[in-house]
Nanobody, 126 residues
Framework: QVQLVESGGGSVQTGGSLRLTCAHS?????????MAWFRQAPGEEREGVAR?????????DYADSVKGRFTISRDDNENTLYLQMNSLKPEDTATYYC?????????????????WGRGTQVTVSS
């Protein structure tokens, strides 16, 4: 079973930055997995934050709420996914999850992503 492990969460003040990391357990055809970051606040549905395509194209997409502030990237040599979060706002407070799907493209529908990490907490204070 594919395992994803997130790290890098923490507590910051408004305007601060964090970089989340997601380690992928399988190095077999890792570049064939599209990857995505989701987040979920208490009482809210899980929402897509950022996604990046499989392969070397590195095509990215972001939720409107994070465009210009967050950057998703992947290092296929290290089987690692990143989310650089700048200019953080209290509204960004949530548990952040790494997700993946073999081949195809990742959508922002959680049901389309079969592999998930355990999540890492991000808290942004005013």
């Amino acid at each position: 079973q594919v395992q994803l492990v997130e790290s890098g969460g923490g507590s910051v003040q408004t305007g601060g930055s964090l970089r989340l990391t997601c380690a992928h357990s399988s190095r077999d055809n890792y570049n064939n997995y599209c990857m995505a970051w989701f987040r979920q606040a208490p009482g809210e549905e899980r929402e897509g934050v950022a996604r990046i395509s499989a392969g070397g194209g590195a095509i990215t997409d972001y939720a409107d709420s994070v465009k210009g502030r967050f950057t998703i990237s992947r290092d296929d040599n290290e089987n690692t996914l990143y989310l650089q979060m700048n200019s953080l706002k209290p509204e960004d407070t949530a548990t952040y999850y790494c997700a993946a799907r073999y081949v195809g493209t990742c959508s922002f529908d959680p049901a389309d992503l079969p592999y998930w990490g355990r999540g890492t907490q991000v808290t942004v204070s005013s």
